[in-house]
């Protein structure tokens, strides 16, 4: 059984993932066969700074600059336009999700909707 304990923004999580003998079988001959294995084995000390946002990623600075230019703004106010900058919906949450982590963005519960509020510098 593998246990994820957590939070997500202020939900909080706990799951619970139960695998038997044969799926843990299967997922070790899964992951033994693939070049995600070597992948993993190869950057697994270099992944923490891959997360960091580029300072040079133009859509990050705009989403930055949205958030910035509003002073503040509800979250499916900003989801909408995220979509519309990144071009799809699951690029849009990407670049939300990296609002609600970043330390010039604060973000407050807002009755219906989370707030996103610039805290920047």
Not at 21 to 36: F, G, K, P, Q, Y
Not at 43 to 54: D, E, L, M
Not at 70 to 93: H, N, R, T
């Amino acid at each position: 059984m593998i246990r994820i304990t957590g939070t997500i923004g202020q939900w909080p999580v706990d799951l619970n993932i139960e695998l038997d003998d044969s799926d843990w079988a299967r997922l070790r001959t899964s992951v033994e066969h693939s070049s995600i294995a070597a992948a993993i084995e190869d950057s697994a000390p270099a992944a923490a700074p891959a997360s960091r946002p580029a300072p040079n990623d133009a859509l990050w600075q705009n989403a930055l600059a949205l958030v910035r230019t509003s002073g503040q703004i509800s979250g499916p106010a900003l989801f909408d336009q995220l979509e519309g900058l990144a071009g799809s919906p699951a690029a849009g949450k990407r670049l939300l999700v990296r609002l609600r982590h970043c330390d010039q963005v604060r973000v407050v519960s807002g009755g219906d909707a989370p707030l996103y509020t610039w805290a920047g510098q």
